[in-house]
């Protein structure tokens, strides 16, 4: 049986989540909708990353290493703020280097 998208984005996101549960964090993929992964990191209190940017571009770096197909992986709590994923998606392509 093949694995669908949001399948082998969750196992992507496998290292990730064991290196943040070490910092009592923790990474849910909420969806992976036309090529956009939107997830959810959670931190312990008071231990949020100096450059939260930086820690998504690496967990996308992580994902589109693994998983063709994936443009960007993007922040769910922006969304909930109500950014557009697709905007989202076009900023985190901006910020590749």
Same mark, same amino acid.
Do not use: C
């Given at each position: 049986?093949? !694995?669908?998208? *949001? =399948? &082998? $984005?969750? *196992?992507?996101?496998e290292?990730? &989540?064991?290196?943040? *549960?070490?910092?009592?964090? /923790?990474?849910?993929?909420?969806?992976?909708?036309?090529?956009?992964? &939107?997830? &959810?990191? !959670?931190?312990?209190?008071?231990? @949020? #990353?100096a450059? #939260?940017?930086?820690?998504?571009?690496?967990?996308q !770096?992580?994902? @589109?290493?693994?998983?063709? /197909?994936?443009?960007?992986?993007?922040?769910? =709590?922006? $969304? =909930? *703020?109500?950014?557009?994923?697709? @905007?989202?998606?076009? @900023?985190?392509?901006?910020?590749?280097?």
């Amino acid at each position: 049986m093949e !694995r669908t998208l *949001a =399948d &082998r $984005v969750e *196992a992507a996101l496998e290292p990730v &989540r064991t290196a943040l *549960a070490w910092e009592e964090g /923790g990474l849910e993929l909420v969806a992976v909708e036309k090529g956009i992964a &939107r997830v &959810r990191v !959670r931190f312990a209190s008071l231990r @949020q #990353p100096a450059h #939260p940017i930086g820690l998504l571009l690496g967990i996308q !770096r992580t994902v @589109q290493s693994t998983v063709a /197909g994936i443009r960007a992986v993007v922040n769910e =709590d922006l $969304v =909930d *703020a109500g950014y557009s994923p697709d @905007q989202l998606a076009i @900023q985190m392509e901006r910020s590749q280097i």
